[in-house]
Nanobody, 114 residues
Framework: QVQLVESGGGLVQAGGSLRLSCAAS????????MGWYRQAPGKQRELVAV???????RYTDSAKGRFTISRDNAKNTVFLQMNSLKPEDTAVYYC????????WGQGTQVTVSS
């Protein structure tokens, strides 16, 4: 059974930082591309950042320079370090694993107050 469990969300003031973690089980983690997506109320889910199995990284424009995605294959975990947070970053953040199949975590709420 595949499980992706996110943690690290919460309430933070604008300009603050949070570090999200996603622990994966039930997959061969090192072969999967891992991504972070977010969905704000009334909006579609959007990609924030992705890191492939070979370490290639891509960010959405709004995340560039503020967010850093990383992975620890020994711990089957992917991270998203978020700095200089803005109120518009408020959303539910979802972990995603993609290889032949795509899996989602349950999401973690990030709220940035102004």
């Amino acid at each position: 059974q595949v499980q992706l469990v996110e943690s690290g969300g919460g309430l933070v003031q604008a300009g603050g930082s949070l570090r999200l973690s996603c622990a994966a089980s039930g997959i061969i983690f090192s072969t999967y591309s891992m991504g972070w997506y977010r969905q704000a109320p009334g909006k579609q889910r959007e990609l924030v950042a992705v890191i492939t199995s070979d370490g290639s990284i891509r960010y959405t424009d709004s995340a560039k320079g503020r967010f850093t995605i990383s992975r620890d294959n020994a711990k089957n975990t992917v991270f998203l370090q978020m700095n200089s947070l803005k109120p518009e970053d408020t959303a539910v953040y979802y972990c995603n694993a993609f290889d032949r199949y795509r899996y989602w975590g349950q999401g973690t709420q990030v709220t940035v107050s102004s």
